[in-house]
């Protein structure tokens, strides 16, 4: 698939806004939480993931007619996340002036479901089988989550709020977990498509040729569904991806785990810069990888 800037842009900001509200929510509920931190992290969750919103708008042909989608919710997944998007953010702003521990558990659960929402979108795909993946909505959850705590850590350091060094040990853990996962996934989806030519055209068991091509020029297909990246690339982009979002985060929170005492916002806030770059090349990663099985026809 053709990675478009604005859906990567989409799927990252809005996971991690998304992720830091769902911190935000739960440092509410237990009560852990300054009311100026539990203010400014809301302020930035709705900020990235209003950004995040926005920026899907720039894929669309027509963005006038954006809101159409929210009619579909009975069976779109695309519907389904601009209800909860905007269910969500009406939640963040009570959450913001009139916090209690009802509105910080919908808000906990308005996040995550949302962000379900938005892996679902591609995980229903299954024409793009690397797409249907049993572990595309969990990774993009925990992604959420990990970007977001981290964010949450930075903001709350940054304000000189006191951390233990539970949340650098959480983020270590999580960080590992992601790598064991999105190793596994690319893993199994380098394989070939898991049909051919032959059953593409109602042949099944059948070696079919390309007698002549179905275009002479480029098209839509072609373009955003041929997309093909080279394998060497896609190797040393994996690699970055992983060093990025799990390898500098563990070594930038080692220090915050082993010093609880240290001043922690620089290396929170290196941790969450890093983790979120990461996110970016994963994504885009996720989306240049993915082969449609139109291809076959091509």
């Known amino acids: 698939?053709?990675?478009a800037l604005s859906v990567i842009f989409f799927t990252t900001l809005s996971g991690a806004g998304y992720g830091l509200l769902f911190w935000a929510g739960w440092h509410a509920l237990t009560g852990q939480s300054a009311p100026r931190t539990l203010l400014l992290a809301i302020a930035v969750a709705v900020v990235l993931s209003t950004i995040g919103l926005l920026s899907s708008m720039l894929h669309l042909g027509k963005p006038a007619r954006a809101w159409r989608a929210f009619s579909q919710w009975r069976t779109s997944w695309l519907s389904r996340e601009g209800v909860a998007a905007m269910a969500t953010f009406f939640?963040?702003?009570?959450?913001?002036?009139?916090?209690?521990?009802?509105v910080a558990l919908l808000a906990m659960i308005?996040?995550?479901?949302?962000?379900?929402?938005?892996a679902m979108i591609y995980a229903s795909l299954k024409p793009i089988p690397a797409w249907g993946h049993r572990f595309v909505p969990f990774v993009y959850g925990t992604f959420a989550l990990f970007t977001g705590g981290l964010l949450f850590c930075a903001i709350a350091t940054l304000l000189g709020r006191p951390m233990s060094n539970m949340p650098a040990l959480a983020g270590i853990v999580v960080a590992i977990a992601l790598a064991v996962l999105k190793l596994k996934y690319w893993r199994d989806i380098d394989v070939p498509l898991p049909a051919t030519r032959g059953d593409a055209i109602g042949l099944p068991q059948r070696k079919a040729t390309?007698?002549?091509?179905?275009?002479?020029?480029a098209n839509y297909l072609t373009r955003e569904m041929g997309f093909v990246v080279a394998?060497?690339?896609?190797?040393?982009?994996?690699?970055?991806?992983?060093?990025?979002?799990?390898?500098?985060p563990i070594l930038l929170l080692l220090p915050a785990w082993l010093f609880v005492h240290a001043d922690l916002a620089p290396w929170f806030t290196g941790a969450a810069v890093c983790a979120l770059?990461?996110?970016f090349v994963e994504r885009w990663l996720f989306f240049a990888e993915a082969k449609h099985m139109v291809t076959l026809y091509y």
């Not at 308005?110 to 938005?118: D, E, G, R, S």
């Not at 390309?210 to 020029?217: A, M, S």
């Not at 394998?231 to 500098?248: D, E, M, T």
């Open 1 to 3: 698939m053709h990675p």
């Open 91 to 102: 939640i963040a702003v009570l959450l913001a002036f009139a916090p209690n521990k009802l």
């Open 110 to 118: 308005a996040a995550l479901v949302t962000v379900h929402c938005t």
């Open 210 to 217: 390309v007698f002549e091509r179905p275009h002479t020029e």
């Open 231 to 248: 394998r060497r690339h896609a190797k040393w982009l994996r690699r970055l991806s992983v060093a990025l979002f799990a390898v500098l």
């Open 277 to 279: 770059a990461g996110a």
